[in-house]
């Protein structure tokens, strides 16, 4: 490697980084670096590759199976890096990379699973012959599963489309993000005076003259189209004009109609997919998609969606009438429409269980709440938790603790990035600076949590509220399934499960905030330190399964509109998204005061990438899961049941990919799961 090599990759050609525990040294990583260093590692693994498949010995699991798993070290490390921060604190700079190198990587990718010589010697590794562990023989199968998924047995030019198909899909789902994370950093409404401010309680009024400091200092308070600003607004905001220009705003991302207009992305992606799963035998992307998870079908998804559905929507229209009651007593000649209802729920959440958000926050501080989620994980797994000062960071938000087992062995280090700030894709989410593995190691993981509450004011504590803190529960869940995955090679690691079984870690975890005994310990006023008022404990408590016909149905109809989207060819004269979603949700009787959580042009989740694609089903899969998973710490008699989690972690958190989803969840309950314990949760069970 020469030195001009050296120069332009910055840190990437250092084989390891002399920082705290392998942290990427960020403070000397620069956007110049990342295409010479995507460059110099993939002609790297092309090299591997190459080895591998033109080996004149005669396939083994070593030479083969193991040796991919050895191979693209430098390009993981590269990208993960690259990744996380182009969602994490992007900039110009890093976009123009992602938009270069994203179908590069598509092709690198789809030429290693379209390559005819490799692929035959993964089908020659003889596991009886060789007598493979049960480990290897989950990675050999699942690495068949992904060439087979990939198109390695299709015809020459089927594969030549397939390659062709890949790329562009990423060039699609980058522009995709990058129009979606520029309408949501140009949207502001400004807040000026006191007759904008009408309603709005201290906590939000702080957070929104924070975000109008970060967005330049123009206006005294603005709010933008972070959740963690948009929904207080919509909650408590008393000026109708207002919340309904903030509602349009945070529903029309991404359907402009300008330059970051999505519709039309959308029906390519959607026309791509269903001619992939065309090429590869299935009646339609859905099809394609769920023959490789727990579900198994569309059928079985769908199935457990009507079920819910139905009791759903009965419950929102009760709902509906009683919002409109409450809007009429007040004197209101308008029927109720989307952006006055968590309006006008949380009057009647107060009127009907004396309950109000703004009592809630002081005892919510995002400190108080982060070691909730500790001790919940030291209780339950025997963990240690020691916040790190000296470490580097990509943002001066960032927050680094160690992990430990009890005995004093490392576990991983995990990451906390908890603000919204424009450089910061919406919604939350775990990912992994390096995952867990032993084949190349032993490697112990670094797992970062991203988040986007808002940023109380310099001085300020940052306040939660209760749906902040179930978000930072869940993402937490996640994070414990890459810092607790105990496997030897890197592709069953972590969260490399199936779709509909990688909620369960993280919706799982959430129960833990809702028992009384963890409130208890850890809801303590910010001031004060006093805790929550056991009246107030109760009171939030027994309010749990308020408005669930509401929350069911918005996800519940976006859940659909994916599936249905991806049981269609997309048709021959292109989709018209807006037209197709506002079919699917009439057929299905979508309630009119109340939208899907995530309409198409702003459905991340399914059109920035492949992983929820047909598959935003598995929220409510893993529901079922989770809900039935808890129950067998209640059975127990001890929410923190020591054998109960010793299973947990063993079968779940612990287990990687190292078993079919079914088996897994058999292996820690005994059974599979019941849809019962998930409509109680919801409040959908018949009386």
Do not use: C
């Not at 919340?243 to 992606?269: L, M, P, Q």
């Amino acid at each position: 490697m020469t030195s001009t090599t050296i120069r332009d990759i910055g840190p990437f050609a250092e084989p390891v980084w002399d920082t705290p525990f392998g942290l990427p040294p960020f403070d000397r990583i620069r956007p110049e670096h990342f295409l010479p260093a995507f460059e110099t590692a993939l002609d790297t693994h092309d090299a591997e590759i190459a080895a591998i498949a033109e080996a004149s010995e005669p396939a083994t699991f070593a030479n083969t199976v193991e040796a991919m798993e050895r191979a693209g070290l430098d390009l993981d490390r590269v990208a993960s890096v690259f990744f996380n921060l182009s969602g994490s604190n992007t900039s110009p700079d890093l976009q123009a990379v992602e938009r270069a190198i994203t179908p590069r990587l598509a092709r690198h990718g789809s030429a290693i699973y379209l390559n005819p010589r490799l692929w035959a010697r993964i089908a020659a590794v003889d596991a009886d012959a060789e007598t493979l562990g049960s480990e290897e023989r989950r990675v050999l199968d699942r690495y068949r599963t992904r060439f087979r998924r990939a198109g390695a047995d299709l015809a020459p030019e089927a594969k030549t489309r397939m390659a062709e198909i890949a790329g562009r899909m990423a060039e699609l789902g980058t522009t995709f993000s990058q129009n979606l994370l520029a309408d949501e950093s140009a949207f502001i409404l400004p807040l000026e005076g006191e007759a904008d401010l009408a309603g709005l309680p201290e906590f939000l009024r702080a957070a929104a003259a924070s975000a109008a400091k970060d967005r330049g200092g123009e206006h005294g308070h603005v709010i933008t189209l972070s959740r963690s600003l948009i929904e207080p607004f919509l909650v408590f905001s008393t000026r109708r004009d207002l919340r309904e220009k903030a509602y349009e705003a945070w529903t029309r991302r991404g359907e402009s109609g300008g330059a970051t207009d999505n519709k039309g992305i959308i029906a390519e992606i959607v026309a791509l997919r269903a001619e992939r799963a065309r090429l590869l035998g299935f009646d339609s992307f859905a099809h394609f998609k769920l023959s490789d998870t727990m579900a198994g079908s569309p059928d079985a998804a769908m199935e457990l969606l009507r079920n819910v559905w139905t009791p759903a929507h009965a419950r929102a229209g009760a709902e509906r009438d009683r919002l409109q009651a409450l809007a009429t007593s007040e004197g209101a000649d308008f029927a109720i429409r989307a952006h006055d209802w968590r309006h006008y729920a949380e009057k009647l959440r107060r009127s009907e269980h004396d309950l109000d958000e703004g009592e809630i926050k002081p005892y919510l501080p995002l400190d108080g709440v982060i070691a909730a989620s500790f001790d919940t994980a030291s209780r339950l797994f025997h963990l240690r938790f020691e916040e790190l000062t000296d470490f580097p960071r990509y943002h001066p938000d960032v927050r680094a603790w160690t992990v430990r087992n009890s005995d004093g062995s490392e576990v991983g280090i995990f990451l906390g990035d908890y603000f919204a700030r424009s450089s910061k894709r919406s919604g939350a989410w775990m990912s992994a600076f390096r995952s867990q593995e032993r084949l190349n190691g032993p490697i112990t993981p670094i797992i970062v949590n991203v988040m986007n509450f808002a940023k109380a004011p310099a001085g300020e504590t940052p306040l939660l509220s209760f749906d902040d803190a179930r978000t930072l529960f869940h993402e937490f869940g996640h994070a414990l399934h890459g810092l607790l995955s105990d496997v030897t090679y890197p592709l069953l690691a972590g969260t490399a499960v199936a779709g509909d079984f990688v909620e369960l870690p993280s919706q799982l975890y959430e129960h833990w905030l809702e028992q009384p005994e963890v409130l208890r310990a850890h809801a303590r006023h910010y001031r004060t330190g006093e805790p929550m008022p056991e009246d107030l404990l109760k009171r939030m408590l027994a309010a749990r399964a308020f408005n669930q016909g509401f929350a069911t149905i918005e996800y519940t109809a976006s859940a659909i509109v994916d599936m249905t989207l991806h049981l269609s060819s997309g048709g021959e004269d292109g989709l018209d998204v807006l037209a197709f979603e506002a079919d699917a949700l009439q057929r299905i009787g979508m309630p009119a005061e109340i939208s899907m959580r995530h309409r198409s042009p702003h459905f991340a989740h399914i059109f920035s990438g492949d992983s929820y694609a047909a598959g935003y089903y598995s929220y409510l899969w893993s529901e079922v899961l989770d809900a039935d998973a808890f129950d067998a710490f209640r059975e127990a008699g001890d929410i923190f049941h020591p054998e109960t989690a010793a299973r947990l972690r063993k079968f779940v958190y612990g287990a990687g990919n190292l078993r079919d989803p079914g088996e897994a969840y058999t292996a820690f309950r005994g059974r599979l799961p019941s849809i019962d314990p998930l409509l109680r949760q919801r409040g959908l069970a018949a009386a």
